[in-house]
């Protein structure tokens, strides 16, 4: 088992350094950047346009700006910006380096989790991270529970009344939640509830009230609710299909094995043979998959429902890093939830081992 473990353990370091190369390598080659961003904003600002996009560091530029020279530009929009300027702006974002000796110097910083400060936040990364991290895990741990909750009881009702009336219908009822994805039912929740057609019963976006401080201790519990209702609720519907089928498949696997006649012809009720004998052995590998599926709701719909309802939580963060070029943060989050998947995989694993001590993963090449 610590052979294993250690082996997981180091194979954890490629795995994670071949993932920051390539998307590294991605972002080198993708059109824009924040030395484009900020080039336009100060071309902006000699064309005589707002000036309140300017924020931090280059509001100090913006007085330079005016005194272009009409020189050509690397930069799309950079014509007529003194170079000297555009040099500025280069070492202010780490650009006068070569790009592969930014990587190595990001690479070095982040093995002491020192990932930097934001470009447009004036926030560490690391402060950003740990203001996000909560609330991405508490949709996730909420949506990953209530999942488990409804599908083990449902699939196994389905395996047992398999056939009948009930597991058509049911099974329609599946199909539909599979079907329609979590941010096209958020939005239809958002309509229907929180003031979008209908009603007014929940809040549109934020995981709190303005004066949740002020709130007593119930207070601050029952607006906890009140904001996470919804984005639960969406996140549950696509995420509780899947597992119900599964659950049901792995009862009707083992409800036609020869223990099960077995335990039947010693006069055992149908109530023991199920939740004595075939409950304890179907419920291995999916009670053993939770943390897989936590990850997979972290990765999958937690993004996109913290989108639509404005979250504040690491996949808003990384999606805003994204288009906001905003390369600390985004490689931050990345490195994050890089990681998180990695250990998750590994707890997953280990649990398979501890809960059937017939799995050996040791056995096997990592």
Do not use: C
């Amino acid at each position: 088992m610590l052979n294993y473990i250690i082996r997981r353990l180091l194979m954890m370091i490629p795995t994670l350094f071949g993932i920051m190369v390539l998307n590294f390598a991605i972002v080198q080659v993708a059109p824009g950047g924040p030395v484009e961003r900020m080039v336009a904003q100060l071309t902006d600002i000699t064309s005589g346009h707002g000036t309140d996009r300017i924020s931090g560091s280059g509001s100090d530029m913006a007085a330079k700006a005016g005194s272009g020279n009409g020189s050509q530009s690397l930069y799309r929009g950079g014509r007529g910006l003194d170079p000297e300027i555009i040099k500025e702006i280069e070492k202010m974002y780490g650009f006068d380096k070569s790009p592969l000796e930014r990587f190595w110097q990001m690479m070095g910083n982040y093995l002491r989790f020192d990932f930097g400060e934001s470009f447009f936040r004036n926030e560490r990364v690391v402060d950003l991270i740990w203001k996000t991290l909560p609330v991405t895990i508490s949709l996730g741990l909420w949506t990953t529970l209530l999942v488990y909750l409804i599908s083990i009881p449902l699939g196994i009702r389905k395996a047992v009344s398999d056939g009948s009336h009930f597991d058509i219908w049911t099974s329609w009822v599946i199909i539909i939640g599979y079907a329609i994805p979590s941010f096209l039912f958020a939005i239809l929740l958002i309509i229907i509830f929180a003031g979008g057609t209908y009603l007014s019963w929940f809040p549109l976006k934020g995981l709190t009230s303005d004066n949740w401080a002020e709130l007593s201790f119930f207070g601050k519990i029952t607006d906890y609710f009140w904001h996470i209702t919804l984005p639960v609720i969406a996140m549950v519907i696509s995420g509780f299909a899947s597992l119900t089928m599964l659950t049901k498949n792995y009862f009707l696997e083992e409800i036609r094995k020869q223990y099960v006649l077995t335990a039947r012809a010693k006069g055992l009720s149908e109530n023991q043979v199920l939740y004595g004998h075939v409950f304890r052995n179907a419920m291995l590998v999916i009670i053993a998959g939770f943390p897989s599926a936590l990850l997979s709701i972290l990765f999958t719909s937690a993004l996109l429902i913290e989108i639509i309802f404005s979250l504040n939580g690491l996949g808003l963060l990384g999606y805003e890093a994204v288009v906001g070029r905003d390369y600390p943060v985004m490689f931050g989050t990345l490195f994050i939830f890089t990681l998180l998947g990695l250990i998750t995989s590994l707890i997953g694993d280990l649990m398979y081992m501890w809960i059937d001590p017939r799995i050996d993963f040791e056995r096997r090449e990592v």
